[in-house]
């Protein structure tokens, strides 16, 4: 693969409505800053990284500014619910102290002295634990989950937790306790979720890395309408242990936890970070060592499917997806035509892989592990005494009375398997499919609910295991970002990233949000 070098001012984000010739508006271009003019709220992490440990950026004053810019930005967006401001200047002034005495050639953790923010649900010690349900608010983590306590070991510095829906049950960011979280690209609009809190920071530079997690979206479609990178792990490369809501026992290879950040590089180095057996979560059983950089775009096989064959996916993403492709196949990948029909029934077959998996209804999600009365909330809901979101009692209805309809769970179980071995026969190991994050960018705040059966583009890859990492892929028409997803087979993660970084070079990457 050809080298991608930072410091190369990028082509900047694509128009999809570009004259017919491909050339883009001067005016519609939004070019990047070579990374040796940007200031530490603009770098990627390993740029950040890079220079702590050279001396020319003191740890102090580089969580100073990520303060800063979450106090200006963060009471427009509504991401950041809880800070640990006071104990992470205590940590930078212990991570300064440890750089400035490390000898020359000394290997010093990887993050250490780099903000960092983490979703609500991935359990900081001493933080709110509360998966955003009412009934929990005063819920705080005993201790961190294992990802935290990797990320701490790494040298992070935890500057937060950010927002989530209730339950983590739908792609908009709200529940009763912290409210509602805002796209920084148009305020009126949704960040997804269910990670939507982290897409928001990283978008928005409040937050140069996040963690985040995902059962059927809910990394890639906040990266995507936010316009940041975002990653979805192999199944069973990174361990749940310390979330809640929990993705236990069969539900853990379809939960993945990864990071949403600035760059590839930035993903790569967090999963190095995160992934890998911690003893405790037993599906666990996957590792990373990175290589990215090592896989060759040249006859990468490509699989460009626009749609699914259900979902109607708008003329901006679909071009999107063909750009994406066009732009490997530029630097030596090889395309292929397969069909996939199974993918008609995408969410039909993660509905009932799901149900398969699940160990408790999500009643008792709502309820903190005791079922709670529906009939009642839903009457609570009417006259507005509820503690409950609409969201989280109308995914439940569909939860608990769906799983009662006569559906042929075997079937759509069986279909999926198939599904999967589909997919991996069609693009090999060293391949990817490219395929939509959503069926449009960013909808309007509760707009979402015009479309609810949309996740079906990021949802199948859950209970297929496969990994997926986000690409921006520059602005709509209305100056919102848009994404594409690159799939690769399971245990193929440096495959994907490696596809990632060719797109990153290509198309400009991340782009600042200013609400």
């Given at each position: 693969?050809?080298?991608?070098?930072?410091?190369?001012?990028?082509?900047?984000?694509?128009?999809i409505n570009a004259g017919e010739d491909g050339?883009?508006?001067?005016?519609?271009q939004m070019p990047r800053a070579p990374v040796e003019s940007r200031g530490p709220d603009l770098l990627p992490v390993?740029?950040?990284?890079?220079?702590?440990?050279?001396?020319s950026l003191e740890a102090p004053a580089l969580?100073?500014?990520y303060i800063r810019r979450i106090e200006e930005i963060n009471p427009k967006i509504n991401a950041l619910v809880a800070d640990r401001f006071t104990a992470a200047r205590a940590e930078a002034e212990v991570a300064h102290r440890r750089?400035?005495?490390?000898?020359?050639?000394?290997v010093l953790p990887p993050l250490l002295g780099v903000p960092v923010t983490i979703k609500e649900f991935a359990g900081v010690e001493g933080m709110p634990h509360t998966a955003g349900l009412y009934p929990q608010r005063a819920a705080v983590a005993a201790a961190d989950g294992t990802v935290t306590a990797r990320m701490r070991a790494a040298g992070a510095i935890i500057l937060g937790v950010s927002n989530v829906p209730e339950g983590g049950l739908?792609?908009?960011?709200?529940?009763?306790?912290?409210?509602?979280?805002?796209?920084?690209?148009?305020?009126?609009?949704s960040p997804g979720g269910s990670s939507g809190g982290e897409g928001a920071l990283v978008a928005s530079g409040c937050s140069p890395l996040g963690i985040g997690s995902d059962v059927g979206g809910s990394i890639r479609i906040p990266a995507?309408?936010?316009?940041?990178?975002?990653?979805?792990?192999?199944?069973?490369?990174?361990?749940?242990?310390?979330?809640?809501?929990?993705?236990?026992?069969?539900?853990?290879?379809?939960?993945?936890?990864?990071?949403?950040?600035?760059?590839?590089?930035?993903?790569?180095?967090?999963l190095r970070v995160i992934a890998g057996p911690d003893g405790k979560d037993e599906a666990c059983t996957r590792s990373y060592s990175g290589g990215y950089a090592d896989v060759p775009i040249e006859g990468m096989r490509v699989l460009a499917l626009e749609t699914n064959g259900s979902t109607r996916v708008c003329p901006e993403l679909r071009a999107a997806v063909r750009e994406a492709a066009e732009a490997l196949e530029a630097r030596g990948a090889v395309r292929v035509e397969v069909p996939l029909p199974r993918m008609r029934e995408a969410l039909l077959?993660?509905?009932?892989m799901l149900n398969e998996a699940a160990t408790e209804r999500y009643d008792r999600v709502l309820g903190g592990g005791a079922p709670i009365s529906l009939p009642l909330e839903l009457l609570k809901l009417a006259v507005g005494r509820s503690d409950h979101t609409f969201a989280g009692l109308a995914l439940t209805v569909f939860d608990v009375w769906g799983s009662k309809l006569p559906m042929n769970f075997t079937r759509l179980v069986a279909e999926g398997r198939a599904l999967q071995a589909e997919i991996e026969e069609a693009i090999g190991p060293r391949g990817v499919l490219l395929h939509p994050p959503y069926s449009r960018p960013a909808p309007y705040h509760r707009d979402s609910w015009r479309t609810p059966l949309d996740a079906a583009c990021t949802a199948i890859f859950n209970v297929l295991e496969l990994p997926v990492t986000v690409v921006p892929m520059g602005l709509s028409k209305k100056r919102l970002p848009l994404a594409v997803q690159v799939v690769g087979a399971r245990g193929a993660d440096a495959v994907t990233l490696a596809a990632a970084a060719a797109l990153e070079d290509t198309f400009g990457g991340w782009v600042r949000a200013e609400p």
């Open positions: 693969m050809p080298s991608v070098d930072p410091a190369r001012p990028p082509r900047g984000p694509i128009d050339e883009l508006d001067p005016e519609e390993v740029e950040l990284a890079r220079r702590l440990r050279e001396g969580l100073e500014a750089l400035r005495a490390a000898a020359p050639g000394e739908w792609m908009e960011t709200y529940n009763k306790i912290w409210g509602r979280t805002n796209n920084p690209w148009d305020l009126r609009r995507a309408f936010c316009g940041t990178f975002g990653h979805k792990p192999s199944g069973r490369l990174v361990p749940n242990t310390g979330h809640h809501p929990g993705g236990h026992g069969k539900m853990s290879p379809y939960l993945c936890v990864g990071p949403l950040g600035r760059s590839v590089a930035d993903l790569d180095l967090c077959i993660w509905s009932a």
